[in-house]
């Protein structure tokens, strides 16, 4: 039978109701914060249905159950009103558009093949599948940090909001050149990182706030494994050091240190939602797994009727949902993430 879900609140959550351990294997990171996605038992309808297959497909296929496509995207774009496209179980590293849309007699069904469990990931591959080969110790900076092999101009390539962010929890209006950039998860639990703002943060050891001089760049206050982005270098740095901060108790990070040897999710920059449907209808998405979004929208509705979300697991984004202009959007069984850790506040 199907797990049901319930709603989580789209801004981070604080650190009190965020400790809780689902684990029952260990992690190499964090135990979950909350349940991790399941795959479903509901049985396929009865509609036609096509076949992508992250791994073993091809998009020259015809997109037969043997002969699966390769992208979610190319998939879509062959859907007429009835169909279904399964998603069989694995990562699909994409930016989905959903560009097609059913009729009220008709819905296309865009799902998880049933008794498997697809995730939609626009974040950047290389730090979850070669983490070895992503990451080098950063020798200038604090101990255990460690800065990405590789540059991202993109991240810098992205205009800067000058506004109050949508379900944003403060404003940034002045602020903007401090702003995260790059955010992410542990892959194998799906656990927050922190979004650091100024490397000062990153690389401070007492992860108490000096009071005295909380405004001064110099001083800085570690909030726990995190990400920075250096927009001068265009490169990541990561610190996954150990927290100290008494009153964590089982709550304190005590996972690998060594980012090489983790999967992340690291997502960025503003403006890559990770499944944007925008002027559609009659479309149904099931039992799927959605991360890989930082300052902007996970999942953009915009201008479409008649949507249905179920069985949806949604991890992180600026807000999680945002849903604009658009009627008859139903909801259900699914879990919105947030973006705090459990040592993220104060």
Known sequence: MRRMRTFACLIPLVACLAG????????????????????SDIPAGKNPTFYVDSSRGNDANPGTKAKPWKS?????????????????GGTYYENVVIPV??????????????????????????FHDSPEDSWKPFERGAKGE?????????????????AFPAAGWEPFFGKEDV????????????????????????????????????????????????????RKTERIHVR??????????????????????????VSGPYGAD???????????????????ASGSPLVNLYGSENVTLDGLTLHGGSPGLLAKASSKVRIVNCAFRGLAAPWSSR
């Open 20 to 39: 809780l351990s689902f684990a029952k294997t260990r992690h190499a990171s964090h135990p979950p914060m909350r349940p991790l996605p399941e795959p």
């Open 72 to 88: 979610i995207n190319h998939g879509l774009r062959r859907l007429k009103p009835g169909d279904a496209l399964h998603l069989r």
């Open 101 to 126: 849309s059913g009729t009220e007699e008709a819905e296309i069904v865009i799902r998880s093949h049933p008794g498997e469990l697809a995730t939609i990931d626009a974040g950047l591959r290389e």
């Open 146 to 162: 460690f800065v990405s092999t590789r540059t991202y101009p993109q991240f810098n390539g992205r205009p800067i909001v000058h």
């Open 179 to 230: 702003r995260a950039v790059a955010l992410g998860h542990f892959a194998d639990s799906m656990v927050p990182l922190h979004g650091y703002r100024q490397v000062e943060d990153l690389r401070d050891d007492s992860m108490l706030w000096d009071v005295s001089s909380k405004f001064d760049k110099a001083s800085g206050v570690y909030c726990g494994p995190g990400l920075w982005f250096n």
């Open 240 to 265: 996954l050091a150990h927290t100290t901060l008494a009153g964590l108790d089982d709550r304190h990070y005590r996972g690998e240190t060594d980012p090489r040897k983790l999967a992340l999710s």
């Open 274 to 292: 990770a499944l944007r449907i925008n002027g559609v209808s009659n479309v149904v998405l099931r039992d799927i797994e959605v991360r890989g």
